[in-house]
């Protein structure tokens, strides 16, 4: 009778088979409570960013905030936290890397609270809240001249307000195209536009510096230079020979500032704001022999070096 020996690798029939990790019991538990663990924070970092991303409790219908050129990240979500528009400055900054677009300069305003989320969304994507209006202010213009340009686009613009709150700040007004909303007030446009001049005029300082004139004579002149020079050429020449008149006791005799035909110097303030392309003309004079100047019919110009060819001049072009 034989007897048949199952294999030595075969579990005995009714034997059970035993399990992969019966023999490491414990390593499944830890994995488990590990992921356990994991699922944990998970959770609680969630709710933790879920409460940190909410809307402040304090935050004001009709927050405008004005972020200002180059702002840095960390400056952008320091003014925001300030603003009662987010709760965390941290998860804002994580959300913008996310995010990897760069926030964007500009006044924004926020009708109802927004995440986190959505404010970052709303900084990065240029997003600026209520419609806003485009208003171009050009060079040579005068306070009175921004505050017509403002109520064709603004009715309800304070201009009263404006032509006083800015009376002292004619000729630092830069122009530009701005966009604006339609509850501007005046403050807020003279600190959009004083920003920009100071913004645009950083470039130049050093030039003024070495130009031998002040800043403000300069801006004095820009302005004069808006209304005698028909072109940037013109206007650096024009500037070498109303600095010249200057700095031989002559008066400047220019038809923008009547009173500069009986008063020697330039006048007391900017008679309207000037761009850059003027500001660089009264820094950058071009010496000429020239004393005088005209503009003909087709608005080319002619220079003389006597008084007596400015007359001739006279006679030719304009009668």
């Known amino acids: 009778m034989e007897i048949s020996v199952p294999p030595p690798n075969l579990p005995l029939i009714g034997g059970g088979a035993e399990q992969p990790n019966s ?39 009709g927050t405008v905030v004005i972020i200002p050129q180059n702002s840095s990240t960390d400056q ?35 009708d109802t609270p927004k995440n986190t989320f959505q404010v970052a969304e709303t900084v990065t994507g240029g997003n600026f809240g209520r419609a806003q209006v485009k208003i171009t202010i050009p060079e040579g213009s005068s306070n009175a001249d921004i505050s017509k340009i403002i109520l064709k686009q603004i009715p309800d613009f304070n201009a009263p307000q404006f032509l ?58 820009a302005s004069i230079l808006e209304k005698e020079a028909k072109n940037a050429t013109d206007a650096s020449v024009i500037s070498g020979i109303l600095w010249k008149r200057i700095s031989i006791g002559m008066p400047i005799q220019v038809d923008a500032v009547p009173s500069t035909y009986t008063h020697k110097g330039l006048p007391g303030a900017p008679i309207n704001n000037p761009g850059l392309a003027m500001i660089n003309a009264a820094i950058h004079p071009i010496s000429s022999p020239y004393l005088y100047y005209l503009y003909d019919k087709q608005k080319v110009i002619h220079y003389a070096k006597t008084y007596s060819e400015h007359q001739a001049n006279i006679s030719k072009y304009l009668k």
Request: charged share 20%; aromatic share 10%.
């Open 23 to 61: 023999k490491f019991p414990f390593l499944r538990k830890n994995i488990l409570a590990l992921l356990g663990l994991i699922s944990g924070l998970v959770i609680v970092l969630l709710i933790s960013f879920a409460i940190a991303g909410r809307a402040p409790t304090n935050f004001k219908s």
């Open 76 to 110: 952008t979500a320091t003014l925001l936290v300030s603003k009662n528009i987010i709760r965390s400055a941290s998860l804002f900054k994580v959300l913008v890397e996310l995010f990897n677009k760069p926030v964007i300069a500009g006044q924004f305003e926020f």
């Open 164 to 221: 006083k709150d800015a009376s002292s700040d004619q000729g630092i007004l830069f122009p530009e195209t701005y966009l604006v909303f339609k509850t501007v007030t005046p403050d807020d446009l003279i600190m959009r536009m004083t920003q920009e001049f100071a913004s645009k005029i950083i470039s130049v300082k050093s030039d003024i510096s070495s130009s031998g004139h002040t800043e403000h004579d300069i801006i004095i002149l």
